[in-house]
C-alpha cells in the first residue's frame, strides 16, 4: 500500500472514531536490533512535529504497535499529547508491550483489537562492565534481582539474618554495588511512574486499586514476556478498554497494521548471514525501515542503514593450462577466468562469516 492509501485509512479511521489520529509504530520484525526497533527518545520529537503549536482537539488517538523500549519516553510523550487534547485514546491492534503499555496507561480510552496485547512494565537494565567503551555490556532484570533476594529471605526463613550475607555477597560478585544500586533506583521509578500514568487519566483510581495495578504490572505475572490479553486488561487491570468490534474498526485498524507490517518486512527474519549469501556484493549495505510515524499531515521513517562484511575466505591461487585451444585469444581467457571464478563464488558462499562493521539511522520525512 503507498503513503497516500495509508493516509486514505487513516483518514477512515479518523472519521468513523471522530477523532485525529497519529500512528506510531517501531518494527515488529524478527532479528532487528535496538535502537532500530525500539522506542527512543528522539521519537517525542519526531510526534511532535505532527501537531500544530497551539492546536487543540476533544480526541486525539494514538495508533500505538511496539515492543517497548526506553521507560523514560512515556511521560514526556503523553505529556506531549495530552496537552493539544481534551481526552487521549491509544488504538491497539497487535503488540503494545513494555515502554508502550506505560504509554497506554496514561490514555483515557484504550480500544483494543481482538488481537491486542500489552506487557507487564518491569525493566530491564543493561550496564557497561566498564569504562572502555568495547567493555562487555550485562543486562539485568530489575525484577530478577528482587526475586533473587525474595527467594533467599523465603528459603532462609528466620536464618536469614544470620546466612542472607553470604548469598547477597555472592550477588555483588556478580552484579557491581553501583549497578545494584540503580536497580533499585530503576525498580522504585517504575512503580512511581505507573502511579503518575494513572493520574493522568479521566478515570479515577483508589490507591488500592492503584497498588494492585502496579503489583500486576511488575512482579504478579512473573515474566516481563507475558502477554496481558484483552480480557486480563479488562478483567486484571481494570482499564478502560472499549473493544474495537464495539466500534465497528476492528477490520479497519488490522488491515492498517498489516500495511505497516509489510513496510517493516516483518514475515521476514532478519538474518545478517542470510542477507549476505543472497548478495552479489561484497560488503553489503542494508536498508531497513524500523520505526513510523504517519499522520493525516505528514510521514516521518526512521531507517538503519547496515554495513555488512563477508568474512573468513580461504585465499585460493589457481593457474590456467596453456595448452587450451584458443587460449591465446584475450576474449577466450576472459570467459575461463571469469567463469572460475563465478564457480567459485558460488560454492565458497557457505564459508561467508557477516560481520556487522557499520550501522547508523536517521528519520526522513516524507
Avoid at 489520529?21 to 536490533?33: K, Y
Avoid at 505475572?221 to 480480557?231: D, G, L, N, P
Amino acid at each position: 500500500m503507498s503513503k497516500d492509501e495509508r493516509k486514505t485509512k487513516i483518514g477512515q479511521l479518523e472519521k468513523k472514531l471522530g477523532t485525529k489520529i497519529i500512528c506510531f509504530l517501531t518494527s515488529d520484525r524478527q532479528g532487528v536490533e535496538p535502537p532500530a526497533n525500539f522506542i527512543t527518545r528522539d521519537c517525542v520529537k519526531i510526534i511532535e512535529q505532527h501537531l500544530d503549536v497551539g492546536e487543540r482537539h476533544e480526541v486525539l488517538s494514538l495508533f500505538l504497535v511496539s515492543h517497548g523500549g526506553d521507560l523514560d519516553v512515556p511521560w514526556p510523550l503523553v505529556n506531549l499529547l495530552r496537552s493539544h487534547c481534551e481526552k487521549l485514546h491509544v488504538i491497539i491492534p497487535y503488540v503494545c508491550c513494555s515502554a508502550a503499555t506505560m504509554i497506554a496507561l496514561g490514555c483515557d480510552q484504550l480500544i483494543a483489537g481482538p488481537r491486542a496485547q500489552l506487557s507487564p512494565t518491569d525493566p530491564t537494565l543493561q550496564l557497561r562492565m566498564g569504562t572502555d567503551e568495547n567493555a562487555p555490556v550485562m543486562s539485568f532484570g530489575v525484577e530478577d534481582v528482587n526475586a533473587f533476594v525474595d527467594f533467599v529471605r523465603d528459603t532462609l526463613g528466620r536464618q536469614f539474618s544470620r546466612y542472607g550475607h553470604e548469598a547477597l555477597s555472592k550477588l555483588i560478585d556478580r552484579v557491581p554495588a553501583e549497578a545494584l544500586g540503580s536497580i533499585n533506583r530503576t525498580y522504585f521509578r517504575t512503580r512511581l511512574m505507573i502511579g503518575k500514568m494513572l493520574s493522568l487519566t479521566s478515570k479515577k483510581y483508589t490507591e488500592k486499586e492503584v497498588d494492585g495495578l502496579v503489583s500486576l504490572l511488575t512482579v504478579a505475572y512473573f515474566s516481563h514476556s507475558h502477554f496481558i490479553s484483552r480480557q486480563e486488561m479488562t478483567s486484571d487491570l481494570k482499564l478502560p478498554v472499549v473493544h474495537a468490534e464495539k466500534l465497528k474498526v476492528d477490520g479497519l485498524i488490522w488491515e492498517l497494521y498489516e500495511e505497516y507490517a509489510a513496510e517493516f518486512e516483518s514475515r521476514r527474519i532478519y538474518d545478517m548471514q542470510n542477507e549476505l549469501h543472497h548478495s552479489t556484493t561484497n560488503p553489503l549495505t542494508i536498508h531497513i525501515r524500523s520505526k513510523f510515524v504517519e499522520s493525516a499531515k505528514r510521514t516521518d521513517t526512521y531507517v538503519q542503514t547496515v554495513i555488512l562484511q563477508g568474512t573468513g575466505v580461504p585465499n585460493f591461487n589457481f593457474t590456467v593450462p596453456q595448452n587450451i585451444p584458443g587460449l591465446q585469444d584475450p576474449a577466450v581467457l576472459q570467459q575461463i577466468i571469469q567463469h572460475f571464478l563465478n564457480e567459485l563464488n558460488s560454492q565458497l558462499k557457505p564459508f561467508l562469516v557477516a560481520k556487522k562493521v557499520a550501522s547508523s539511522g536517521e528519520w526522513n520525512s516524507e
